[in-house]
């Protein structure tokens, strides 16, 4: 019985001590989150997209670029299914907004552009695993790759926003406008993680060209 008890004990005990690793680990990853997008344009949604990898391990500044372009990504997936409900709907009930119909078809070109750039700078990131720390003309070419991509994802979430100027418009319509908007945003904050992360290597390839 007492053999029991002790063991009892024992599994109590290394529950709790788990428990503390668990929430000490956490805090520790919330904080490296929010220290890292406090370099972003919008820190908020930055903190609050990220937060969800917070119960894991992050492994430095490229694995958190990977997980802001997933985001990214996920959300510009979501907002392209909306899109073509949208355009759809549009297209079959409202037969007199043609000109609506056409600037909400050319969103979704839009947004499906930016499902592949980010698609593509996605596996482009992860190429870079490969190089751990060396500096080259083939690390610095991965890095240019990610960075044209998500731009020009940044561009195109960007332009589908502008397509709907003033603030008179359908709710459907205005819903449209705040999904691509917010596609941009965490796109634009997965680039300012990206680009903190591949200063270091710019950096210390310029530290090698210098003349002596």
């Known amino acids: 019985m007492a053999q029991k008890h002790i063991l009892i004990s024992l599994a109590i005990f290394l529950s709790l001590l788990l428990e503390s690793s668990l ?5 520790q990853t919330i904080t490296y989150i929010k220290s890292s997008c406090n370099g972003t344009l919008y820190p908020n949604l930055c903190i609050r997209c990220l937060n969800k990898f917070s119960h894991s391990t992050i492994n430095g ?43 909400v078809q050319d969103c979704v ?68 406008k705040v999904r691509a908007k917010n596609v941009a945003e965490v796109t634009s904050n997965a680039l300012a993680l990206f680009n903190s992360y591949a200063s270091r290597y710019k950096l210390a390839a310029t530290g090698t060209t210098k003349k002596p």
């Not at 994802?153 to 589908?160: E, I, K, P, Q, V």
């Open 23 to 27: 929430a000490k680990h956490n805090s």
């Open 109 to 176: 070109n839009q947004i499906n552009d930016s499902v592949d750039q980010l698609t593509q700078a996605i596996k482009e990131l992860k190429k870079l695993n490969q190089f751990n720390t060396i500096i080259n003309d083939k690390v610095l070419w991965h890095i240019s790759n990610v960075e044209t991509w998500v731009s020009t994802a940044l561009t195109d979430a960007s332009s589908c926003v502008q397509s709907f100027p003033g603030h008179r418009m359908s709710k459907r319509v205005a819903t449209i």
């Open 61 to 103: 500044p490229q694995h958190l670029a990977q997980l802001a372009l997933s985001v990214s990504l996920s959300r510009a997936l979501q907002t392209r299914v909306y899109l073509l409900d949208a355009a759809k709907e549009l297209e079959t009930i409202d037969h007199n907004n043609k000109r609506m119909y056409l600037t």
